[in-house]
């Protein structure tokens, strides 16, 4: 017996594999530095977790309406009304977290044979979906000389009859990259012109060290071909209790909750009043964040240029470094790849290879600094040591 062949065509997300490999590496007694997952280290607001206990002990422990329950979906919608995009209730679906939404997003667009354009270095899960949906990645270029930011020309040089998806995920990850105003501006009238849907992955949206929050979506038309994804995974400390949503023109979203319905039925219903609690309370728990992760920023920024061999781009948004090693890569022989493994086996410190996002991540790491500061200066730490170590050895 075989699994379906339509699941060959699936990638995967290498933060769960290091993690696995990491954890193996604990039980062996090891104490490991975890740089490799995007998690923020501070703990779910107490006023968001009240909200969950409440929930709980109110009953709301029954199946909820599948697109999600109207305290949410309007807590959403205003909340992005207070970011300038125009959405009601009636244009949200909740799902357990964001990426449950990039896969029905997918799944609700995308054409057999159709082109979907992908950032190169990107999460990997677009294309992956895009592949499962039937459709063909095609990916767009994000150069550190750029601050990786979207390069309109490059995207648009890879528009062809078949496009029909243009994927964005800004604040971006693996790099911080945000776009100017100018060029989501241009972005928005590429997608306008070849009639294009827009995926705007914005689960780091609330992250950027400018103070800036910008959606595509809220260009004018725009959110008439835009599906903005979104979560509380990561501005509001929530990874484990599994909250997003998508935001969607009002026409898809009776195909969106069929699709949800489907496969998940609904999203469990006492997270979701802790969700309206966390967009309704006081929102300094995120600011505080921000304020947190800038400083972090900071610290490996200057931590992994000073080590010979590494330049480091500063990363206007999300919690994720992309140093280029491709100096040390170059003296030893070494393969960002076995770098990295390396790094975890031999230093005990876990990293993602940059190839973990797409061909143009060769050469680079991945670093989350959401973590304990603490944890990040050991861990620059056993960097320069472990590579010490290797330049003195070759
Ligand atoms: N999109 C991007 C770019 C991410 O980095 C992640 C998580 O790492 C997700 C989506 C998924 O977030 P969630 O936890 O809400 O499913």
């Given amino acids: 017996m075989r699994s379906a ?38 703990p779910t607001p107490p006023h968001v977790v009240e909200a969950g206990i409440r929930a709980l002990r109110e009953g709301r422990t029954r199946y909820a309406v599948a697109a999600g329950v109207p305290e949410l979906r309007d ?21 357990p977290g964001a990426k449950p939404m990039l896969f029905c997003a997918a799944l609700a667009v995308i054409e057999p044979g159709d082109e979907v354009l992908c950032p190169d270095p990107g999460f990997p899960i677009y294309a992956s ?14 150069d550190p000389k750029r601050a990786f930011a979207p390069d309109v020309d490059a995207i648009a040089a890879r528009v062809t009859a078949r496009t029909r998806v243009l994927v964005l995920n800004l604040p971006h990850n693996p790099t911080g990259g945000v776009a100017s105003p100018d060029d989501l501006a241009r972005l928005a009238a590429l997608a306008d012109r070849h009639d294009l849907w827009i995926i705007s992955d914005e689960v780091y949206g609330q992250l950027r060290y400018d103070g ?43 195909p969106m909750i069929t699709l949800v319905i489907n496969n998940l039925s609904c999203t469990a219903t006492f997270v979701q009043y802790a969700g309206v609690a966390a967009l309704t309370g006081p929102q300094d728990p995120v600011h505080r964040m921000v304020a947190a992760l800038k400083a972090k920023r900071d610290v490996v920024v200057r931590g992994l240029s000073s080590i010979d061999g590494v330049t480091c781009a500063t990363p206007a948004g999300a919690f994720y470094a992309f140093p280029d090693i491709g100096g040390i890569l170059e003296r030893t022989g070494l393969a960002c790849e076995s770098f990295a493994d390396r790094l975890l086996d031999e230093a005990h410190t876990a990293v993602l290879a940059g190839t973990a ?16 500061a603490r944890d990040l200066e050991l861990a620059l730490e056993r960097i320069r040591t472990w590579v010490g170590s290797l330049a003195a050895a070759a």
């Fill in 357 to 372: 996002f797409g061909p143009r991540g060769a050469g680079h790491l991945r670093l989350s600094y959401a973590g304990a």
């Fill in 212 to 254: 800036r929050y910008d959606s595509i979506a809220a260009l004018p038309g725009m959110s008439a071909r835009t599906i903005i994804v979104d979560g509380f995974s990561k501005a509001y400390s929530m990874t484990g209790w599994r909250l997003g949503y998508g935001v969607m023109p009002a026409r898809l979203t009776a």
């Fill in 129 to 142: 979906v895009a592949r499962f949906a039937g459709g063909r990645p095609v990916y767009y270029p994000l």
């Fill in 5 to 42: 062949t339509r699941l060959d065509v699936l990638g995967t997300e290498h933060a769960y594999v290091v993690l696995d490999a990491a954890k193996q590496l604990e039980a062996a007694g090891h104490q490991v530095l975890h740089l490799e997952i995007g998690e923020p280290d501070m």
């Fill in 75 to 95: 807590a959403i919608a205003q909340a992005l009304a207070a970011r300038g995009v125009r959405a009601a209730a009636e244009n949200v679906v909740v799902t």
